[in-house]
């Protein structure tokens, strides 16, 4: 079956960076988007950008620009979410997400089971 | 960017009820929007794509309409399993923004 499996937890630094990874599975890798989102506790869902795995073409959220590095390696089927300059603001569940249309965006289906990353000195 | 407003943000119904959640775009995204249920320490998870078509799996007592800037989510009839937080996402433009969301839990 379609599935993401993403990396374990991360405890960061403020200041520091973390790059967290998405595996994906059951498909064929290249054809759908992949969108990040994170959830800082007991907030919303917040989206941060997306990525075409084929070319690697990206889109990113203005508040998460100079931050944010998503790329893919169609070799290893995985995606990378990068985001530098961490501050306790960051602290949150991330994401990956397929969409569920070839191409397309229509909806996000499957998810990754979320990466919690904690900021803190 | 486009903000997605959903209301009621708290919703208290019991088992049995009719539930209907409200999301508004600031402006038209035609039928580009998705609606997620999450539950605690869970990944969220699609319901509805294109405002109104339901995702593979998804029990029939869910059904969406809308387009434009006003979009609903409707519960038939509450099951145990249907309290947790809804969210809906604009697709039309980026940012891909999400509402803010709706918890729904028992009264």
């Known amino acids: 079956q379609v599935q993401l499996v993403q990396s374990g937890a991360e405890v960061k630094k403020p200041g520091a960076s973390v790059k967290v990874s998405c595996r994906a599975s059951?498909?064929?890798?290249?054809?759908?988007?992949i969108q990040w989102v994170r959830q800082a506790p007991g907030q919303g869902l917040e989206w941060m950008g997306i990525?075409?795995?084929?070319?690697?073409?990206?889109n990113y959220a203005q508040k998460f620009q100079g931050r944010i590095t998503v790329t893919s390696d169609t070799s290893r089927r995985t995606l990378y979410m990068e985001l530098s300059s961490l501050t306790s603001e960051d602290t949150a569940v991330y994401y990956c997400?397929?969409?569920?249309?070839?191409?397309?965006?229509?909806?996000?289906?499957?998810w990754g089971q979320g990466t919690l990353v904690t900021v803190s000195s | 960017d486009i903000q997605l407003t959903q209301s009621p943000s708290f919703l208290s119904a019991s088992v049995g009820d009719r539930v209907t959640i409200t999301c508004r775009a600031s402006?038209?995204?035609?039928?580009?929007l998705a609606w997620y249920q999450q539950k605690p320490g869970k990944a969220p998870n699609l319901l509805i794509y294109?405002?109104?078509t339901l995702q593979t799996g998804v029990p029939s007592r869910f059904s969406g309409s809308g387009s434009g800037t006003e979009f609903t989510l409707t519960i038939s009839s509450l099951q145990p399993e249907d309290f947790a937080a809804y969210y809906c996402?604009?697709?039309?433009?980026?940012?891909?923004?999400f509402g803010q969301g709706t918890k729904l839990d028992i009264k």
């Open positions: 402006q038209a995204i035609a039928s580009y």
């Open positions: 996402q604009q697709l039309y433009t980026y940012p891909y923004t």
């Open positions: 294109a405002a109104s």
């Open positions: 990525i075409n795995p084929s070319g690697g073409r990206t």
């Open positions: 059951g498909y064929m890798f290249a054809t759908n988007y």
């Open positions: 997400a397929r969409d569920r249309e070839v191409r397309k965006v229509s909806g996000l289906d499957p």
